[in-house]
């Protein structure tokens, strides 16, 4: 059984600043990473993903890799209240299934 | 980018009723498609993977019998919950891959998810 932790939060993050989500699975053959965002209510949708190790940014998201250390992280820069939601870690092998963390609830106060 | 149709959002029924859902891939080939459900303040949980013209692989704890899956086609999935019960009672959510997206590197598209409420 693979496991994906994330601390549950929340995290919470003045307008503007850095809001910093970890992630550490335990797979070591885990190949896939992947971020995303859940609004209470709705599914999940793709933030990043990210295969190799070290960073990767798109706009204001930077997802990072450490294999050896089994550690994904998601920087989200100048937040938004609209960033207000769970960010779900999830990871995969080669057998193309997701096993996710139980989600970070971020909180940005306006 | 690739869209994934579930249907219905929203199902509140009684107690021993079956509920079909159906999860669409709208824009392209989905030869694997997973069936997720999420409790209350809980993460996603894989249910199972069904693959087109092939049996489901059920997770360890799913009841095959309960929770009947149909992949027939290309582009259709669907996931009937058998005699439901309260404790049935959760959000189910479709995800797709699509033929062309060889290897494990490549997202998986989730549909909107179905609220099932059993009384």
């Known amino acids: 059984q693979k496991e994906v932790e994330q601390n549950s939060g929340p995290l919470s993050v003045p307008e503007g600043a850095i809001a910093s989500l970890n992630c550490t699975y335990s797979?070591?053959?885990?190949?896939?990473f992947f971020w995303y965002r859940q609004y209470s209510g709705k599914s999940p949708e793709l933030i990043m993903f990210?295969?190799?190790?070290g960073d990767k940014e798109d706009g204001r998201f930077t997802a990072q890799l450490n294999k050896a250390s089994q550690y994904v992280s998601l920087l989200i820069r100048d937040s938004q209240p609209s960033d207000s939601a769970t960010y779900l870690c999830?990871?995969?092998?080669?057998?193309?299934?997701?096993?996710f963390g139980a989600g970070t609830t971020v909180t940005v106060r306006a | 980018g690739a869209v994934v149709s579930q249907h219905p959002s929203r199902v509140i029924c009684k107690s021993g009723t079956s509920v079909k859902i159906e999860c669409r891939s709208l824009?392209?080939?989905?030869?694997?498609m997973f069936w997720y459900r999420q409790f209350p303040k809980q993460s996603l949980m894989l249910m199972a993977t069904?693959?087109?013209?092939?049996?489901?692989?059920?997770e360890q704890g799913v009841e095959k019998d309960k929770f009947l899956i149909n992949h027939a086609s290309l582009t259709l999935s669907t996931l009937t919950v058998t005699s439901a019960h309260p404790e049935d009672s959760s959000f189910y959510i479709c995800?797709?891959?699509?033929?062309?997206?060889?290897?494990?590197?490549?997202?998986?598209?989730f549909g909107d998810g179905t609220r099932l409420s059993i009384l």
């Open positions: 995800s797709a891959r699509g033929h062309r997206e060889r290897g494990s590197n490549q997202p998986q598209h």
């Open positions: 797979d070591r053959g885990s190949q896939s």
């Open positions: 990210i295969y190799s190790n």
């Open positions: 999830a990871v995969s092998s080669n057998d193309y299934k997701l096993s």
């Open positions: 824009d392209f080939q989905a030869t694997t």
């Open positions: 069904s693959n087109e013209g092939s049996k489901a692989t059920y």
